[in-house]
């Protein structure tokens, strides 16, 4: 910008005459509007981000290991599929509901702090695939 200064102002432009077409560069047109500023979402907007999801896990024992504030990832595994796909990673665990006496083989239930385009994805998945967690 300062060499168009120069061009502009002549070879025997002085440097003062320089700064000053800096300056008017730099400025807005008369009349122009000038462009909002990014702003961060506010942590009230960024924790609405967020969601409880309620998830069943396959196996209850390893449901037994976890705490709240655990970090998991969550591996969903389709009847006939030839691979397990990952739903969530590094999900926060929210809570740890405490299974009744007489649940069998029907898994356990926790509850993450997802994403809600994640929460979306693990209710789609529980709902075709046996879901799996891995502590990170």
Do not use: N
Not at 28 to 37: E, T
Request: with cysteine.
């Amino acid at each position: 910008m300062t060499a168009a200064a120069l061009a502009a102002a002549g070879a025997g432009g002085s440097v003062g005459a320089a700064a000053d077409a800096d300056a008017r560069a730099g400025s807005a047109a008369p009349g122009a509007v000038a462009a909002p500023k990014p702003s961060r979402p506010s942590r009230a907007q960024r924790a609405a981000e967020m969601v409880s999801a309620p998830v069943r896990i396959a196996d209850a024992a390893t449901v037994r290991l976890l705490r709240r504030g655990d970090r998991v990832d969550v591996i969903a595994a389709a009847e006939g599929a030839p691979e397990a796909r990952m739903v969530a990673s590094g999900a926060r665990v929210t809570e740890v509901p405490k299974a009744p006496e007489t649940v069998g083989d029907g898994g356990a239930l926790i509850v993450l702090s997802v994403p809600r385009a994640t929460a979306t994805e693990l209710a789609g998945a529980g709902a075709t695939s046996r879901l799996a967690v891995t502590l990170c």
